[in-house]
């Protein structure tokens, strides 16, 4: 990798690094692409280089407008971790609707725990440990501590179907879950 584009590269991690929490790091692995990795928040995708694909994506995601409404009081006192890689396909596709969605239920996308994950699907700081993580994206849903479901890698229907049966306690099985 030439020193201009390696320059250029942690000048935009840099840049990244302001909209992060102070637990998250930004790698540029050998392959030259910048991750997040670590605690993240949802406004550190809005930054380059994780702006131009975000960005697109949340822009042309049009939830299902009736079971956005349906969603919005399912949505009262949970808490969702989401585990993401910046580098994921899956994740670039399905983070941003699922943002869109939130939004437009009135659920703050600021109060969604982000955990950035490497390839390896680990941080530094071990902060997916414990949570059984499978693929990313991982969207985990809690009320009163105790896990609702989740939904891994994509939805098994849509994501608004698929949020509908976990927060409303229908039977749900998200695609890697065999027993």
Known sequence: ??????????????????????HTAVR???????????????DSLKVTPFAQWYGANLDAYQPNAEKV????????DVHIVLLLG??????????????KILE???????????IAVDRDKTTPGQFEEGLELIQV???????????????????IEELETDMQK????????????WD
């Open 69 to 76: 409404t349906e969603l919005k009081p399912l949505l009262e």
């Open 86 to 99: 910046t580098w994921c396909k899956d994740s670039r596709r399905e983070v941003p609707r699922f943002v």
């Open 166 to 177: 976990i927060l409303s306690g229908q039977p749900y099985r998200h695609a890697y879950d």
């Open 104 to 114: 437009q239920a009135g659920y703050n996308p600021d109060d969604v725990e982000v």
């Open 28 to 42: 540029v692995p050998d392959e030259g692409s910048v991750m997040l990795v670590g605690t993240a928040s949802l």
């Open 137 to 155: 994206p991982t969207f985990i849903f809690y009320r009163n501590g105790e896990e609702m479901g989740r939904i891994v890698e994509f939805p």
């Open 1 to 22: 990798m030439s020193m201009t584009l390696r320059y250029l590269l942690l000048a935009l991690a840099l840049a990244a690094c302001k909209a992060n929490p102070p």
